[in-house]
């Protein structure tokens, strides 16, 4: 039989237990990681122009946000890591580092031509496409495509077989080359705002050798098909993932581009 005292005992070792227990069970049930620090450096991540799933059906919620919180910040992160020990690069635009790579320090330069890339490129994607996009252009760049392709129907072929053909990951773009609109895919991060970083020996009108960079090319339209952009809807099925991404180019943003490039 329990004594007077043993129940007050109990009672007070009781209590006290309850007292705690909240934060016990908070402390066992919050396994959530801690949310990652900011990225520190000149360079942000801008935010997305829409929801994650905005683009539903064609692109879905969890890949955009993966897409966009993990690869796009993993790249302004570590372009701000490698630009961290130059500081004259610190205070260059993404656009500037990308068009005089050449003068990177070649110890960095890798770093800066795949994460500046990285981040330059998808911060144009995300504006490329629309939960209202699709159909085709009009106006200006409606005429600049069927000067250059013959028609809309023969530029999205050809778009699309650039798209599909690119050997692992890379992009596809439509540029303007001077006043002509080309298709070309490019590897990995690398922007046509980079100048060729393998110059090409041509000759003048006396014979002579000379060395020439091919200029920047300012992009109107990408598609990026590296795998982390489509794999978990449409797993190796790459050439889906681009029939359903014509559904949500950002025409009107496109038009822009080429008003302001073509200027």
């Known amino acids: 039989m329990m004594t007077r005292r043993q129940a007050i005992k109990t009672t007070a070792l009781a209590s006290a237990a309850l007292a705690v227990l909240p934060g016990a069970i908070a402390q ?12 520190t450096g000149p360079f942000t991540l801008p935010p997305l122009p829409y929801a994650y799933d905005a683009l539903e059906p064609h ?8 897409h966009h919180d993990k690869h796009h910040a993993a790249y302004v992160a570590n372009l701000n890591k490698a630009v961290a020990e130059i500081p004259y690069l610190r205070i260059i635009t993404v656009e500037g580092l990308l068009q005089t790579l050449e003068r990177t320090p070649e110890n960095f330069r890798a770093a800066v031509r795949n994460n500046g890339g990285g981040h330059y490129n998808h911060s144009l994607f995300w504006q490329m496409m629309s939960k209202s996009g699709g159909g085709e252009p009009k106006a200006e760049l409606a005429k600049a495509i069927e000067t250059s392709f013959g028609n809309f129907a023969g530029f999205k072929t050809k778009f699309t077989d650039a798209a599909t053909k690119v050997f692992g990951s890379g992009w596809a773009w439509l540029v303007l080359d001077g006043k002509e609109l080309k298709i070309e895919s490019l590897p990995n991060q690398d922007s046509p705002i980079s100048p060729s970083l393998q110059p090409t020996e041509i000759n003048d009108s006396m014979g002579k050798k000379l060395t020439t960079i091919h200029p920047s090319q ?3 339209l990408g598609l990026d098909v590296w795998e982390h952009a489509y794999y978990l809807k449409y797993q ?11 559904n949500v180019v950002n025409w009107d943003f496109v038009a822009e581009r080429y008003a302001k490039s073509g200027s």
Request: net charge neutral.
């Open 218 to 220: 300012p992009p109107l």
């Open 28 to 39: 066992t049930t919050n396994t959530a990681a801690p949310a990652a620090a900011a990225p």
């Open 59 to 66: 692109i879905d919620a969890q890949t955009m946000q993966i």
């Open 236 to 246: 190796n099925k790459r050439a889906d993932y681009i029939t359903a991404w014509w």
